[in-house]
């Protein structure tokens, strides 16, 4: 079992019924001495609680009996190699227990590594197809003559499952045209009442550029296949897909079974990914050994793959951030096959944003529910490869959204579970950057919660950018929230007439009214922004502020957060 750690240690949506059912008194011990199991963790070391909901669902397991194989392993994201770093060595002795423990039959023998294993889902021509239909031009009608670079996708809407039609009202860059990073506040309207709490999240659905979709299309060779109409289907005869393999466009609806391989591109395929070792591993299928140039392609292909060579794979993908669209020209003899595109490049993924609005700003008169979402766009210098310009997938795609287009929007619970009852308690608000949006949403939940239930308790922010004048976001309205029990304290890292703080130095700063907060007012603490050093700088602000004003040790400064988590006080959200 492999199973991720949310929030603040909790399991991710879609294991909690299982940890449910795991956690029934009704289950004994022993029940599951007959199952064979070892897991796998997830996990993100900036979080407090590192990969608790693996542990507690492996305990859970010995605990219910259930016969440990394989000693468990974890994957930790702030590895440079990602979660790959410690699973490509677990897997090794994965692969040597599985033998031990369950022998295969005598006169069969382990598939060899250069064998090609057919996948559960392939693509065929649809029997509604016109074959050889491809018209050369683009979903959003620009033809291939006129695209440039900057041309952006059409604005059809995604067949997103339980998804709600939302409409972009206003696309306003926030911060100055010649600052350095172009933040967006976004604004949008659901015709549905769809309500929401502070740390909930909308999940957007991006798309590809057209002119990386032809480019891609013309290194495959699919230009006559790029507009024909294809199915998805199973490889094998099923009488039943319920108890098939889902499918790896599963998250769409189900009513969406047609595609073309331009579509698949510029809507559900992450060419613009920056390929992993398994990626390699597909296209070794895929490579010819016809003369030298082709034999030197494939061998180096093989080195990616290799994870005894992970150094090679990083020096090559990950540290320059060279995308799939990019190393593909680099090996013209390999054609992935279109039947198996969706199997070998990775799926789009939905890129979550915590949502900014809450309280009075969630709803309009009419009714409709209202989202407004706070977007850093996402475009990195790299000194490595200087001929293309380095992009966020999804927010390249939102920067040329424009006021009138729709979007299928996904609306998630997050991780904060903030309750109104605790608008009895005083809080600190840790958001730096967009880290700043959750914590509106916050603000103004909580200015409704005390206008229903006549209690007014403090809300410390501690807020910070770079520049005064060019990122503090929101200032106008926390100056007229000033007389509602908010009070803002910020902090600025790049101006130059002062002198550089972060929010873990605000929080030292103000050290008696945040001791004051913790320990003598039983207040709660929410951390939102990037991962990393900040959560980390924050927590040991926090330990050094109750050691000086609490008299306690470096010791009882941990255990005392530590418990502040298990009571549900301290609470984080990072990215």
């Not at 294993?117 to 491809?134: A, F, H, Q, V």
């Not at 769409?252 to 698949?264: D, V």
């Not at 150094?311 to 090559?316: A, I, P, S, T, V």
């Not at 902090?491 to 103000?510: C, I």
């Amino acid at each position: 079992m492999a199973i991720s750690t949310t929030g603040q240690g909790e399991f991710p949506q879609n294991a909690r019924s299982f940890w449910k059912i795991l956690l029934s008194s009704q289950l004994r011990s022993g029940v599951l001495r007959r199952v064979n199991f070892t897991t796998f963790g997830l996990g993100d070391s900036s979080y407090p609680q590192y990969n608790v909901a693996h542990r507690m669902l492996h305990n859970r397991m010995l605990q219910l009996g259930a016969q440990l194989f394989c000693p468990r392993g974890e994957g930790n994201e702030q590895h440079p190699e990602g979660h790959n770093g410690e699973f490509r060595a677990w897997i090794v002795d994965l692969k040597q227990e599985l033998l031990q423990h369950f022998p295969l039959p005598e006169g069969q023998d382990i598939i060899a590594e250069d064998v090609f294993l057919e996948p559960k889902w392939c693509l065929r021509i649809s029997p509604d197809s016109t074959n050889g239909s491809s018209n050369n031009t683009p979903a959003n009608g620009v033809s291939q003559e006129t695209l440039t670079l900057d041309t952006p996708p059409a604005n059809d809407i995604l067949p997103i499952a339980d998804s709600v039609i939302a409409d972009l009202t206003v696309n306003t860059r926030l911060t100055p045209s010649d600052h350095g990073q172009d933040v967006r506040l976004l604004d949008f309207t659901l015709s549905s009442n769809i309500d929401y709490g502070p740390g909930a999240v909308a999940v957007v659905y991006p798309k590809n550029f057209p002119k990386d979709v032809n480019q891609f299309i013309e290194c495959m060779g699919w230009q006559s296949m790029a507009d024909t109409l294809l199915e998805l289907v199973p490889t094998t005869d099923v009488s039943d897909l319920a108890t098939y393999p889902p499918s790896p466009l599963r998250y769409l609806e189900s009513t969406k079974r047609a595609f073309t391989i331009r579509e698949l591109l510029t809507n559900y395929l992450d060419i613009v990914s920056i390929p992993r070792r398994t990626f390699f591993a597909s296209l070794a299928y895929f490579t010819k050994e016809g003369n030298e140039e082709e034999s030197y392609q494939k061998e180096r292909v093989l080195e990616l793959a290799n994870p005894e060579l992970i150094d090679e794979l990083w020096d090559y993908t990950t540290r320059p951030r060279r995308t799939i669209l990019e190393i593909m020209p680099e090996f013209p003899s390999v054609k992935i096959p279109w039947q198996y595109a969706l199997n070998i490049i990775p799926v789009m993924r939905g890129r979550q944003f915590s949502i900014a609005s809450g309280g009075s700003l969630k709803h309009l008169e009419n009714g409709n529910t209202r989202v407004q979402l706070l977007v850093a766009i996402a475009n990195p210098p790299n000194p490595i490869i200087k001929l293309r310009k380095r992009y966020g997938v999804c927010t390249r795609y939102i920067a040329t959204l424009q006021a009138g287009q729709q979007l299928s929007l996904t609306i998630q619970p997050g991780y904060l579970n903030v309750s109104p009852d605790e608008v009895n308690s005083p809080v600190l608000l840790i958001g730096p950057g967009t880290g700043v949006a959750p914590m509106r949403s916050m603000i103004y939940e909580r200015l409704e919660w005390a206008r229903r239930s006549n209690s007014r308790k403090p809300s410390l922010l501690f807020f910070g950018c770079r520049n005064e004048t060019a990122d503090y976001f929101f200032r106008d309205e926390w100056q007229n929230l000033a007389d509602q029990s908010l009070t803002v304290f910020p902090g600025f890292s790049r101006d130059q007439d002062k002198p550089r703080t972060y929010v873990q130095d605000l929080v030292r700063k103000e050290a008696s009214l945040v001791y004051k907060t913790l320990k003598q007012d039983q207040g709660k603490v929410y951390i939102c922004g990037s991962s990393g050093n900040m959560p980390k700088g924050v927590r040991e602000a926090l330990a050094d502020v109750l050691k000086e004003h609490g008299q306690m040790t470096a010791g009882q400064a941990s255990e005392y957060l530590d418990q502040m988590e298990r009571d549900g006080r301290y609470k984080q959200e990072t990215w």
